[in-house]
C-alpha cells in the first residue's frame, strides 16, 4: 500500500537537516506552509468573531437576572434612575428589610416543601423506575403512558376540586397539601428519568449478583443503586427546581402560614407601589437556590426537560 | 401446569409491588380531582350564592362557548404558545449552534445561558414588568431611546407581547439545550463524508444537520406548548390578564372565574374544554416521546 | 463436585408458542467440561440460564446431585456464572468484585482476602486487585470474571460466551487457559459458545443444539467423524463439509459425471428407503486437487491462502442436478491452480457421509 520510497528518504533526512530547514526545503514547500498559515489565522480569526458572538448572546440572556442581583445592591433611589445607575454603594439593607418583612418564613416553607415533596418523589420514584426497567412489569408502556399522560393535563383541569377537597378537609393553607401535590406534579417526570438511567445498568449485573448470593434487595442495595446515584441526584435537582420555582397551587392554596417563596413576591406589586430595590433582594433570594440547583444539574437538565428522551 | 402458573403469578405481583405506591398515589392525586371537575362542569355552582347549586346538563358549555370573553382567551393561549414556542425554537437553534463549537468558556456561556430558565418564573415576570420594561426607568426604553422609541408604555400598551417576550427569554435556552443535545448527538463521520463528498458547509447544514435536529426541534417544540399550557405566574405578575382579559390565556382566566367569581360549574366547564384541547397536542407529543425513546434505546 | 442432569427440561418465553429450549435431555458426568454449540436463537444459552436458575424450567426438571432445582433460586444453586460482558459490578474494586459472593455467604473479612488473593495469583491478578473494571483491560476483565467465579469453588462453572468480547489472539490463548484451570479444579463446567471451534477444542463433550433441539451430544472426535445429520455435518469443522445433493446409482452416487463408490450398507439403506437421491458429505481435507479427468471435473471460483495450505473453492463443471454444485477442499500445494482453470477435485481418505436428502438423518453408521 505505501510508497517504499518516500517514508525512508524523508525518516534519514529530518533529523540531519532540522538544523537549518531553511536553506533545504525547496520554495514552493515554504510558500505552501506560508499560504497554510494564513489560511489558519484566516480561520482563527473567523472563529474569534463567532466565538465573541457566543460571548454576548450569553451575557445578553443572562443581563436581566445580573441586573436584578445588582439592584438588590442598591438604595431605593438609585434603583429609579433614567439613565440607570451602574456606578453605587452596595447595601445589604434591602436583604435586611425583606427578611425582616417576614419573607423568611416563606423562604423556609418553600425550602420544606421542596425537600419534602422531593424525598416523597424519590421513595415512590425509585421502586416505581426499576419496576419499569430492569424488572418490568406486564404492560410497562401503558404504565408509562399513564404516568406521562397525567404531565400532559393542564393545572387548571383540577384546581377546583383540589380547592374544594383542600378546603373542606382543612389543608388550606397547609403546607402538606402543597408537598402532596408537588409530590404528584414531578413523580411522572422523575419516574420516566430514572428509568432512563435504570436502562443503562446491564441486567446480568442484577445476575450476577443473584448468583453470588445477595438477595433482589441486597443486589439493589449494593450494586444497583451506587450505579444509578448520580441520575438519582439529577433527578432529585430537577423536582427541586420544580417544586421550588412552583406558583399555581401555592397562591391557590396557601395564604399566611404556609406561603411560599414566589408567592411572597405577589405582596411587592400590590399595596404602596413598588420597591424595585426591595423587591429584587427578594426576586435574588427567591431565585437563588433553584438557579444554584440548575447550574450543578445542567448536564442532566435535558433529560428531565424531555422526561429522559434526550441523554 | 397450574403450579407453574401459581409461581408467574406471586412472580407478577413481586414485579409490580414497587411499582404500586407511585401508581395509586398518581391516580388519586390527578385522577380523582378531574372526575370532580368533570362533575362540576355539569352544576350550576356560585360560591357566592350558596344553596344555589344544582344539575343542568352541558348547558355551562354552552355559556362557555356564547362567552366573547372566553374565545378572546382561548385565542390569547394558542397566540402565546405557538409565537413563543416558534420564536424560542428559532432563537434556540442560533444559540444551541453558537454553542455547538469550542471556545475559550463555553461552558460559563452555557450557564448562563440557561439561567432565564431556572429563575424562578414569577421573579421572571416582576424583573421584565419592572426593570426591563418600565416606560420611565426600564432598560428597553433606555436601549431604544437613541432610535426615538424611548417612551414606549410596553405593557400596557402591548400587554400580551410583553408576557411573550418574557416567555420567550425564559423558553429559548429549553429549546437550545433540546437542540444542543441533538447537536452534540449529531454522528461527525457523517458530516465528514459529507465534505469529502464535496459539500460546504450550508449544503451541509441544510443536508445533513437539519434533517438530524428535526426530531429534537419537534420535541421541543411539543414539550414546550405542553409546559406553556400551564403559563400563569407570568400573566399574574405582568398584566393580571388585563386591560380586560387582552392578556388573559385560559389557567388565569379559570383562576379568574373560579377564585375571585366564585363561578365553580362554568370554570370547570372551560378546564374539561382545555383538556381537551391539550389532547390534542398530548397525542403527538406521546408518539414523539415513545418514537425517541425507542430510537435512542435501539441507537445505545 | 456434581452431576448434573436435564430431563425434558423446556423453557418457554412468554408471547412466544415455540420453546427457547425444547425437551433438552443431557447427563453430565462430575468434572465434566461440557460445551453447549449452536447458531444465534438454538435456544443453547436459554438451556445454561435454566441451570443457573436465570430462566424458568417450564416443564421437566435440571437436577444437580440428585436435588430437583425447580423453583431453586440462584442463589442457593452453589453455581457460579462468567458472563459474556462480565457484568463486574463497576462500582468495587477486582478485590470487591470477586469477594462478593464470600461476604454475601457471610465470611470474615481475612479469610475472604485471603480468597481472593489466592485466586488472584492463580490469575495474574494479584497487581490489579484495587483497581475499579472500568480501569481494566478487556482480557484483564474477562479474568476477573473468571475469578469472581473461581473464588467460591462452587459446584459448577456456568460460562456464557465468556471470550466472545475478545480479540483473537488472545481468546485463543484464554481458551487453552480456562481449559487448563477447569482441570486443575475439576469441577463440573457447562461453557456456551457459538464458536464451534471453541467447542471442539475446549469441550469433553460437546451438545450441538438447534431451534431449541438437541442434535447430537458427544465427543469432539465422534462429532466430526459420524454427525447424525446433516446440519451437525455442516455446522462443526471449518470450513464446512461440503454437501451436495446427487442421485443415487447402483455403486454409489453420481457427482459430476462421475461416480463416488459408496460403502455397501450406505447402499442398503439407501435402497431400503427406496431413495433415488441423497444428500452426500465430504470434509474439504477428504479432496485432494488432480488434473481434469482424475476425479470430478471443476472449475476454480477462489483460492484462499492460508500459508501452510489453501483452501480451493470450486464449482462443478458437468453438472447433473441443474444447480451448480460448489466444493471446497483443501490442498497442500501452495499453487493448486488459477481463477478459472478447470482441475479435478479426487476423494482421498475416510468414508462419504451420507443423509437423508429431506429429513437430513443420517444414513449408516
Given at each position: 500500500m505505501s510508497d517504499p520510497a518516500r517514508p525512508t528518504s524523508t525518516a534519514a533526512e529530518t533529523p540531519r537537516k532540522s538544523a537549518s530547514t531553511e536553506a533545504v526545503v525547496p520554495r514552493p514547500s515554504t510558500e505552501n506552509v506560508h499560504r497554510r498559515r494564513r489560511a489558519h489565522r484566516k480561520h482563527r480569526g473567523v472563529g474569534m468573531i463567532w466565538s465573541a458572538l457566543a460571548w454576548i448572546v450569553g451575557l445578553g440572556f443572562f443581563f436581566p437576572v445580573l441586573w436584578m442581583v445588582l439592584t438588590a445592591f442598591k438604595h431605593e433611589r438609585e434603583a429609579y434612575t433614567d439613565p440607570p445607575t451602574l456606578l453605587f454603594t452596595p447595601t445589604l439593607d434591602q436583604f435586611q428589610a425583606v427578611l425582616g418583612s417576614g419573607m423568611g418564613l416563606t423562604l423556609l416553607n418553600s425550602a420544606f416543601a421542596t425537600a419534602v415533596s422531593t424525598a416523597c418523589v424519590l421513595a415512590l420514584g425509585i421502586p416505581a423506575a426499576f419496576a419499569l426497567s430492569l424488572r418490568p412489569v406486564k404492560r410497562t408502556q401503558d404504565v408509562l403512558f399513564f404516568f406521562i399522560s397525567t404531565k400532559m393535563l393542564p393545572i387548571v383541569a383540577v384546581i377546583i376540586p383540589l380547592y374544594v377537597i383542600v378546603n373542606e378537609i382543612g389543608m388550606l393553607d397547609n403546607i402538606w397539601a402543597l408537598i402532596v401535590l408537588y409530590t404528584a406534579m414531578n413523580l411522572p417526570i422523575a419516574i420516566w428519568m430514572m428509568r432512563s438511567f435504570f436502562l443503562e445498568v446491564p441486567p446480568e449485573l442484577l445476575e450476577a449478583a443473584s448468583m453470588d448470593g445477595a438477595s433482589l434487595a441486597t443486589a439493589v442495595r449494593r450494586v444497583i443503586l451506587p450505579l444509578v446515584s448520580p441520575g438519582i441526584a439529577a433527578t432529585a435537582l430537577i423536582c427541586v427546581i420544580f417544586s421550588w420555582n412552583e406558583f399555581f397551587f401555592a397562591v391557590n392554596l396557601t395564604a399566611v402560614r404556609a406561603q411560599t417563596a414566589p408567592v411572597s413576591l405577589v405582596g411587592f406589586i400590590t399595596g404602596e407601589g413598588l420597591f424595585w430595590a426591595r423587591?429584587?433582594?427578594?426576586?435574588?433570594?427567591?431565585a437563588l437556590p433553584v438557579v444554584i440547583a440548575g447550574w450543578i444539574a445542567q448536564n442532566k437538565l435535558v433529560r428531565g426537560l424531555s422526561f429522559g428522551a434526550i441523554k | 401446569m397450574t403450579k407453574q402458573s401459581t409461581i408467574s403469578r406471586a412472580e407478577g405481583w413481586r414485579r409490580r409491588g414497587p411499582l404500586l405506591p407511585a401508581l395509586i398515589f398518581t391516580i388519586v392525586v390527578?385522577?380523582?380531582?378531574?372526575?370532580?371537575?368533570l362533575y362540576y362542569s355539569t352544576q350550576s355552582w356560585n360560591l357566592v350564592r350558596p344553596g344555589s347549586r344544582e344539575f343542568i346538563g352541558l348547558r355551562n358549555y354552552l355559556y362557555v362557548f356564547r362567552d366573547s370573553q372566553f374565545r378572546e382567551v382561548a385565542l390569547n393561549t394558542v397566540i402565546l404558545i405557538a409565537g413563543t414556542v416558534l420564536i424560542s425554537a428559532v432563537l434556540g437553534l442560533a444559540v444551541a449552534l453558537l454553542l455547538n463549537r469550542t471556545f475559550r468558556g463555553r461552558g460559563v456561556v452555557r450557564t448562563l445561558v440557561i439561567t432565564p430558565f431556572l429563575i424562578t418564573p414569577?421573579?421572571?415576570?416582576?424583573?421584565?414588568?419592572?426593570?426591563?420594561?418600565?416606560?420611565?426607568?426600564?432598560?428597553?426604553?433606555?436601549?431604544?431611546?437613541?432610535?426615538?422609541?424611548?417612551?414606549v408604555e410596553w405593557v400596557s400598551q402591548f400587554p400580551l407581547a410583553s408576557v411573550m417576550a418574557n416567555l420567550i427569554w425564559r423558553?429559548?435556552?429549553?429549546?437550545m439545550l433540546l437542540i444542543l443535545a441533538g447537536l452534540q448527538s449529531m454522528p461527525t463521520d457523517v458530516l465528514e463524508a459529507g465534505r469529502v463528498d464535496g459539500a460546504g458547509p450550508i449544503t451541509l447544514f441544510r443536508e445533513l444537520t437539519l434533517p438530524h435536529l428535526r426530531r429534537f426541534i419537534e420535541l421541543g417544540v411539543v414539550l414546550g406548548a405542553i409546559y406553556l399550557i400551564n403559563t400563569f405566574g407570568a400573566v399574574y405578575m405582568m398584566t393580571q390578564g388585563g386591560p380586560g382579559v387582552e392578556s388573559a390565556n385560559l389557567p388565569f382566566y379559570i383562576y379568574q372565574r373560579a377564585f375571585l367569581g366564585f363561578d365553580i360549574g362554568q370554570a370547570a366547564a372551560m378546564g374539561v374544554i382545555t383538556v381537551v384541547a391539550t389532547i390534542l397536542i398530548s397525542t403527538l407529543a406521546l408518539r414523539l416521546l415513545f418514537k425517541t425513546f425507542t430510537a435512542t434505546r435501539e441507537a445505545a | 463436585m456434581a452431576e448434573i442432569a436435564?430431563?425434558?427440561?423446556?423453557?418457554?418465553?412468554?408471547?412466544?408458542?415455540?420453546?427457547?429450549?425444547?425437551?433438552?435431555?443431557?447427563?453430565?458426568?462430575?468434572?465434566?467440561?461440557?460445551?453447549?454449540?449452536?447458531?444465534?436463537?438454538?435456544?443453547?444459552?436459554?438451556?445454561?440460564?435454566?441451570?443457573?436458575?436465570l430462566e424458568d424450567i417450564d416443564e421437566g426438571t435440571i437436577t444437580i446431585n440428585g436435588t430437583d432445582m425447580v423453583g431453586v433460586p440462584s442463589k442457593d444453586r452453589d453455581i457460579a456464572m462468567v458472563f459474556q460482558n462480565y457484568a463486574l459490578y463497576p462500582n468495587m474494586t477486582v478485590a470487591e468484585n470477586m469477594g462478593f459472593a464470600l461476604k454475601m455467604r457471610g465470611l470474615a473479612k481475612d479469610e475472604r482476602r485471603r480468597k481472593v488473593e489466592r485466586a488472584a495469583q492463580l490469575l495474574d491478578l494479584t497487581e490489579m486487585l484495587d483497581r475499579k473494571p472500568a480501569k481494566l483491560s478487556g482480557g484483564q476483565r474477562q479474568r476477573v470474571a473468571m475469578g469472581r467465579a473461581i473464588v467460591r469453588e462452587p459446584q459448577v462453572f456456568c460460562m456464557d460466551e465468556p471470550l466472545s468480547n475478545l480479540d483473537a489472539k488472545l481468546r485463543v490463548q484464554t481458551r487453552t487457559q480456562i481449559a487448563a484451570l477447569q482441570r486443575r479444579l475439576g469441577a463440573t463446567t457447562v461453557y456456551v459458545t457459538h464458536d464451534q471451534v471453541e467447542a471442539m477444542t475446549m469441550g469433553d463433550r460437546v451438545a450441538v443444539l438447534k431451534d431449541g433441539l438437541l442434535q447430537q451430544f458427544a465427543t469432539p472426535t465422534e462429532l466430526y467423524d459420524s454427525p447424525v445429520n446433516a446440519f451437525v455435518a455442516g455446522f462443526i469443522g471449518s470450513p464446512a463439509m461440503n454437501l451436495v445433493s446427487a442421485p443415487v446409482t447402483s455403486e454409489g452416487v453420481k457427482l459430476g459425471g462421475t461416480t463416488l463408490p459408496l460403502e455397501r450398507d450406505q447402499l442398503a439403506e439407501l435402497h431400503e428407503h427406496g431413495l433415488t437421491s441423497a444428500t452426500v458429505g465430504l470434509r474439504p481435507e477428504q479432496l485432494e486437487v488432480a488434473h481434469p479427468g482424475e476425479g470430478v471435473d471443476v472449475r476454480i471460483d477462489l483460492v484462499e491462502e492460508l500459508g501452510s495450505d489453501s483452501y480451493v473453492?470450486?464449482?462443478?463443471?458437468?453438472?447433473?442436478?441443474?444447480?451448480?454444485?460448489t466444493l471446497v477442499a483443501r490442498s497442500h500445494s501452495r499453487t493448486p491452480g488459477r481463477l478459472g482453470e478447470t482441475i479435478a477435485f479426487r476423494k482421498s481418505h475416510g468414508p462419504v457421509h451420507v443423509f437423508h436428502p429431506e429429513t437430513g438423518q443420517r444414513l449408516a453408521a
Open positions: 423587591l429584587s433582594a427578594a426576586s435574588t433570594l427567591a | 390527578t385522577q380523582v380531582p378531574f372526575a370532580f371537575t414569577v421573579a421572571g415576570a416582576l424583573l421584565w414588568k419592572t426593570a426591563m420594561f418600565d416606560p420611565v426607568f426600564g432598560l428597553v426604553n433606555f436601549v431604544l431611546q437613541p432610535l426615538g422609541l424611548g417612551d423558553w429559548t435556552p429549553f429549546m | 436435564y430431563k425434558s427440561a423446556s423453557c418457554i418465553y412468554e408471547g412466544t408458542d415455540t420453546p427457547a429450549v425444547d425437551r433438552l435431555t443431557l447427563e453430565i458426568e462430575d468434572g465434566e467440561f461440557v460445551v453447549l454449540v449452536g447458531p444465534s436463537g438454538s435456544g443453547k444459552s436459554t438451556a445454561l440460564r435454566m441451570l443457573a436458575g473453492h470450486a464449482h462443478l463443471t458437468a453438472d447433473d442436478t441443474g444447480e451448480p454444485a
